[in-house]
């Protein structure tokens, strides 16, 4: 399934022009002609976008407060990307994952999402934890085609989410044997992948069974599953216009 990407922008050019360069680009792309537009759509879709692009100057709910709402309703996952004429001096894009000057072009573009993945991996916001280990990332991305890449984190990420399941009822039952047993086959899981984050957790969790602060240890984990969702759809973007500008140099 191609990544899906929410344009939003009161000037219909500008909107057209951005959905035809992203769909040439591989993407599906819907459009909304405002913030409030784009909010209604997302509180009436089944299928949330990985990545917002949107108009910082519109009227209705817009900079700070659309990022808000926008965050809200798509989750930690999805990559908000700001843009507009000229830089904005009022703060207005500093809850967004990046920013772009209009006119861009998409390599621009495809940096702005570079800057997302690089902060993820805790390259770029002083992180002590990197949450996907590149090289084996890219191990496996030179040896299999981009869905099947796709295809292997969303499993590992399935697994995890599927075994902390079973430790939230393990934990309600008291049970702290279940509990680890299912910590230490995420900790073997994400290992395996290179999920750095979530099996530094799963280790962590897995040593100290249901202690005191085990709640907060599997809250955590649900935002550290949330971190590497995003940074891999940010890869995603990043991979397919590398593939792209392969394609055409070729």
């Known amino acids: 399934m191609p990544i899906q990407i929410l344009v939003v922008d009161d000037d219909d050019v500008s909107r057209e022009v ?6 040439r680009m591989g993407y599906a792309v819907e459009t909304a002609e405002s913030g409030d537009a784009a909010l209604l759509h997302l509180q009436t ?20 407060e659309l990022a ?28 967004f994952d990046g920013f772009v000057v209009k006119p861009f072009t998409m390599e621009t573009f495809t ?4 800057g997302k993945a690089a902060a993820a ?11 996907l280990d590149e090289a084996v990332y890219s191990k496996f991305a030179a040896s299999m085609r981009p ?9 590992c990420l399935a697994d995890a989410e599927r075994r902390l399941a079973t430790m939230q009822q ?20 994400c290992g395996m992948v290179g999920a750095l984050e979530l099996q530094i957790l799963a280790t962590f969790m897995e040593e100290r069974g249901l202690s005191d602060d085990h709640v907060a240890s599997l ?21 397919d216009r590398a593939s792209g500008v392969s394609g055409e140099d070729a």
């Open 18 to 23: 951005l959905a035809l360069l992203l769909q």
């Open 147 to 155: 869905p099947r890449l796709k295809q292997l984190y969303a499993l």
């Open 111 to 114: 940096e702005a999402i570079a």
């Open 45 to 64: 879709t089944n299928l949330l976008p990985q990545l917002v692009l949107t108009d910082l100057q519109m009227p209705g709910t817009t900079g700070s």
């Open 68 to 95: 808000l709402q926008l965050r809200h309703l798509c989750g930690p996952a999805t990559i908000l990307l700001a843009m507009s004429a000229s830089a904005p001096d009022d703060g207005s894009d500093r809850k």
């Open 219 to 239: 809250k955590e984990f649900v935002v550290a599953c949330e971190r590497l969702r995003g940074m891999l759809i940010a890869r995603e973007i990043i991979d």
């Open 121 to 131: 991996a805790g390259e770029s916001n002083g992180a002590t934890t990197t949450i």
């Open 170 to 189: 393990a934990a309600s039952a008291s049970n702290d044997a279940a509990y680890k047993r299912e910590a230490h086959a995420i900790k073997g899981g």
